[in-house]
T-cell receptor
């Protein structure tokens, strides 16, 4: 069975601190995609990154960086020098590619509070 | 670039009423997905359509039905609404697989 676990339900940090959101996934498929989405208080799901299972290169985009490690089935997300606008719920998600039109499996989300 | 359009953005209904949510996918996307996100919950898959045929089904109540039309837009019909149906309903579309998988802004349904 496929599963995404975000063990951190809620995190609070002071502005300008770095914060890492953990994500561990389970799947028996060898081909899959991992995602991170941000959900601000307004409710929309904002796409942050998509990574396929064959690409273990870490990625950096501005203050955001992602560490993908297949050996530990983890896809962690780090925000450097956090800002109040980063306050949101962050979802890690998994999609399998064995089916053409499969659904996304979300983790329970981590609510991030950035305190001024 | 065109995005996934959902309407309405907000909807308030009374218990036992019926609601219809609409989703207009990105042009040339042939697959549409519906998700339900309750308060404080993660989005849960309801149903998907590929080329106007139902392709997968999740935990969708029997009171809900959906279809995809010839122009690829999709509608989610919810009858005999209950208080527990209050949620954010997301539609997503893709051209197949995970690449280009795009969510709409959601419809917030409140049942009173």
């Amino acid at each position: 069975a496929q599963k995404v676990t975000q063990a951190q339900t809620e995190i609070s940090v002071v502005e300008k601190e770095d914060v890492t959101l953990d994500c561990v996934y389970e799947t028996r498929d060898t081909t899959y995609y991992l995602f991170w989405y941000k959900q601000p208080p307004s409710g929309e799901l904002v796409f942050l990154i998509r990574r396929n299972s064959f690409d273990e290169q870490n990625e950096i985009s501005g203050r955001y960086s992602w560490n993908f490690q297949k050996s530990t089935s983890s896809f962690n997300f780090t925000i450097t020098a956090s800002q109040v606008v980063d306050s949101a719920v962050y979802f890690c998600a998994l999609i399998l590619t064995s089916n053409r039109d499969d659904k996304i499996i979300f983790g329970k989300g981590t609510r991030l509070h950035i305190l001024p | 670039a065109a995005g996934v359009i959902q309407s309405p953005r907000h909807l308030i209904k009374e218990k036992r009423e019926t609601a219809t949510l609409k989703c207009y996918p990105i042009p040339r996307h042939d697959t549409v997905y519906w998700y339900q996100q309750g308060p404080g919950q993660d989005p849960q898959f309801l149903i998907s359509f590929y080329e106007k045929m139902q392709s997968d089904k999740g935990s969708i109540p029997d009171r809900f039905s959906a279809q995809q039309f010839s122009d690829y837009h999709s509608e989610l019909n919810m009858s005999s609404l209950e208080l527990g149906d209050s949620a954010l309903y997301f539609c997503a579309s893709s051209p197949g697989g995970s690449y280009g998988y795009t969510f709409g802004s959601g419809t917030r349904l409140t049942v009173v």
